[in-house]
């Protein structure tokens, strides 16, 4: 089919040469090298700033306790935070609200014993270090019982926590930052697999829309085949696109890439940076590419057939919304994946062809999938890419060539069907 | 005689007229297409010669634009064929014919000559061949400078002639032509009309659809006329004419201008009145010489007498009811579907004319 062939080259050419896209190009990857130094950036601006937590307490030796604690555990991960002593309740938490003070943690002890804390905290306290807080008064207590109660040999436990993701047989546990990783390497394909269908599919529609209202269709559908239309339209904007996405990827992966070693140029020796893409595999790459194809491919189809249903490109947003409501659903499930764990739901999305790109992509860089689930996936997607393919050709053939007026619903179940 | 080719030619609203003289290549058998309510084409039948330039003509709606693109597979009829020198349609490449569309287009931030070479190679033309055949025929049109600018730089002419050279680039036999002089200048028109003759001559089916009889008239051998999804006369254009059987009068005289004594002359009527020329039309069979001698004998002076066949307007008038450039939209209901007897009989006239016989009614 050399024809397919002419087609994708002259989509591909005609968008690539164009304005837009030269511009669209500068602008992402642009946005992507911003994203890719930011966690540096982050770290340059933060530098040499501290965060100040006040411990008011009537009792010399809990507040002492508790800011050495607090002080060890709240700089474990590099940070750097200042536990000062105060004795004046009301002015800290003023402090707090004038936001002189970050956090104000307050210490006592009841008549039977019992210790108690109280957080009051700025906007600059996240949920992490409030967890990490929690945690800190807990050893706090429990020092407290020790000297109180002698007993030999407490020691402060540690604590690792380890993801069970990838593939079930014999792969090994992920450790905390590994997993951090994972969670930014899934968040970033999802996105996207996310803005490939959406932006890439709609210039399917509405490069499908521009031949119909610049009436060059006419000539089109006489010297080539719908199918041939089609695939070569969906293969060209779709290379477009990939072009696109390298152009705009490669410089921000490798920036990422080597982000440790920018951070100490910049930062100097010491100051740890976790890596955003180091576990960035062949297999996770792999599975990228072929959701990214597949799942592009799927939409592309169906937003080919969209745009040859309307004549006029103002009417195409309101036709391709469906479409792009239920691409957010699966982007929306992805991200809920990523932060919420992978719950029964979301094993079943990774299965739905139109939220598989997604879904599965995620569970795959976060989650535990087993091979026949993601050969499933794959299948399912590939059969139903076959169907909406032969179905959108059809809608695709008998909607080009009809202006001004709308055939019925009808109409088009009709051309689906192939009558 | 053939059976109907007595009289008038219509109406023949089930069947086909033939006579062409030149063996039948192109032929269209009893089409049927709806869409939806509308019924766009009702059992629609003709024949086409080879190597000839052949005038469809209808007005708005009659169903000229559905048939070229079914004959060019772009759309499926529901039922009825087509076939080119004996095969079908549908099995033959899309290189055989060339269509230019009613509505122009082209994309238009393209250069003209890439365009070119694009539609040629989807033709399956290789660049250079296809470059080679646009400069070829930028220079025939008279627009060689044309070919680095963009389409949409162009005049709405000279985008029309740009579509033209990409209909014939790839050399197809037969070119289907959809209003090709509409939108055109006088200079235009004459260059295209040269050029259909230049295909002609090399031996292309060029079949075009238009509303101006008179273009018609200059540059077709055969014609069909269309209304409401049928063919309602067709043949060779000499012999839709002749079968017509009436003739026409331009007579000017001096004095009395409604000429009062024509209506002693049976089977003469006025046409259309006028202070400087009347136009008279005759029934068959009614002699020139009568009107003469009736004007002689009450006293007019004929100052100017002239015999005319009757006009393709005047033809398509009689069979369609009204003038060619008259909108029409019809939906089902309005036209009586075709009983089985009359199909047969339509297929039966189209045997029979396959078979070389005189036009029939």
């Known amino acids: 089919m050399p024809n397919v062939g002419f087609i994708a080259r002259r989509e591909y050419a005609a968008l690539v040469r164009g304005r837009l896209f030269f511009v669209s190009t500068l602008v992402l990857a642009g946005l992507a090298m911003f994203v890719a130094v930011l966690p540096v950036a982050a770290k340059l601006i933060d530098r040499g700033s501290t965060t100040t937590v006040a411990v008011v307490s009537t009792d010399p030796e809990l507040s002492r306790q508790t800011r050495r604690v607090l002080t060890s555990m709240l700089n474990s991960s590099g940070s750097d935070f200042d536990l000062i002593a105060a004795s004046d309740e009301q002015t800290a938490l003023a402090q707090v609200a004038d936001r002189e003070l970050d956090a104000a943690v307050i210490a006592s002890r009841r008549p039977d014993g019992q210790l108690a804390f109280s ?102 559908v006489s010297a080539a085949s719908t199918r041939q239309l089609v695939i070569g339209k969906t293969l060209g904007i779709g290379l477009a696109g990939a072009t696109q996405t390298t152009i705009v990827l490669v410089p921000a992966l490798l920036v990422l890439a080597g982000e440790e070693a920018i951070a100490r140029l910049v ?149 689906a069907r192939g009558r | 005689m053939p059976p109907g080719s007595a009289g008038t030619i219509g109406p023949v609203t089930r069947a086909r007229v033939w006579g062409y003289g030149s063996p039948v290549t192109l032929s269209i058998d009893r089409l049927h297409k709806r869409f939806g309510d509308v019924v766009a084409l009702d059992g629609l039948a003709f024949d086409v010669p080879g190597g000839q330039v052949f005038g469809f003509l209808g007005a708005n709606g009659a169903g000229k634009t559905t048939t070229m693109r079914i004959v060019l597979g772009v759309l499926e009829a529901d039922s009825g064929t087509v076939t080119w020198r004996g095969a079908d349609s549908r099995t ?152 017509a059987g009436r003739r026409l009068l331009h007579i000017s005289v001096e004095g009395d ?18 202070v400087g020329r009347t136009e008279v039309e005759l029934d068959e069979g009614v002699e020139p010489d009568a009107v003469l001698a009736a004007a002689i004998a009450n006293g007019a002076s004929v100052t100017h007498f002239e015999i005319d066949e009757v006009s393709l307007e005047q033809i398509f008038i009689d069979h369609v009811g009204r003038p060619a450039d008259d909108d029409e939209h019809f939906a089902v209901g309005d036209v009586p579907p075709l009983d089985g007897d009359e199909v047969a009989a339509a297929a039966a006239v189209r045997r029979s004319a396959v078979a070389g016989d005189e036009p029939v009614a």
């Open chain 1, 267 to 415: 930062l100097g020796q010491g100051v740890g940076i976790a890596a955003s893409v180091s576990s960035l595999s062949p297999g996770l790459l792999l599975a990228f590419a072929l959701f990214y194809v597949l799942g592009f491919a799927l939409y592309s189809l169906v937003y080919a057939a969209a745009g040859s249903l309307v004549s006029r490109p103002e009417d195409l947003q309101i036709i391709a919304l469906p479409l792009s409501i239920v691409a957010i659903a699966g982007y929306g499930m992805g991200l809920l994946a990523l932060t919420g764990g992978i719950t029964g739901f979301i094993r079943l999305a990774s299965y739905v062809p139109f939220w598989s790109p997604f879904v599965m992509l995620t569970r795959l860089s976060v989650g535990r999938v087993e091979p026949w689930e993601l050969a499933l996936s794959v299948a399912l997607l590939v059969a139903t890419i076959g169907v909406v393919g032969v179905v959108a050709i059809r809608i695709y053939g008998a909607g080009v060539l009809l202006y001004g007026q709308r055939p019925g619903l009808r109409a088009y179940v009709s051309a």
């Open chain 2, 92 to 243: 033959l490449p899309r290189a055989t014919w060339g269509y230019l569309p009613e509505e122009r287009g082209l994309y238009p931030r393209m250069r003209v000559i890439d365009q070119l070479i694009y539609f040629a190679e989807l033709y399956g033309i290789p660049p250079d061949r296809a470059r080679r055949e646009a400069m070829h025929w930028l220079a025939r049109f008279r627009v060689p400078d044309l070919a680095e600018r963009r389409a949409d730089e162009l005049s709405k002419g000279n985008q029309q002639k740009i579509q033209l050279i990409a209909a014939v680039l790839h050399d197809p036999e037969v070119l289907l032509m959809d209003e090709p002089f509409t939108g055109l200048d006088p200079v235009n028109v004459a260059i295209l009309r040269e050029a259909f003759l230049e295909l002609r001559e090399q031996g292309k089916t060029l079949i075009f659809s238009t509303h101006q009889m008179e273009t018609v008239e200059a540059l077709c051998e055969s014609i069909a006329i269309v209304d409401r999804g049928r063919v309602v006369v067709g043949g060779s254009l000499r012999e839709i004419r002749r079968a």
């Open chain 1, 119 to 220: 957080f009051h905290l700025g906007e600059t306290m996240g949920q992490q270090q409030t967890g990490t807080l929690s945690l800190g008064v807990f050893g706090v207590a429990v020092l407290d019982y020790a000297a109180h109660n002698p007993v030999s040999g407490f020691q402060q436990p540690t604590i690792d926590i380890f993801k069970s993701v990838g593939g079930s047989d014999g792969e090994r546990p992920f450790d905390a930052s590994t997993f951090a990783s994972r969670l930014i390497v899934g968040a970033v394909f999802g996105f996207l697999i996310f803005i490939t269908i959406v932006i890439y599919g709609m210039w399917v529609a509405q490069g499908v829309v521009a031949e119909k209202a610049s009436r060059v269709m006419e000539l089109l």
């Open chain 2, 257 to 274: 201008h409604r000429l009062p004594w024509l209506a002693a002359v049976e089977g003469a009527r006025i046409l259309r009145a006028g």
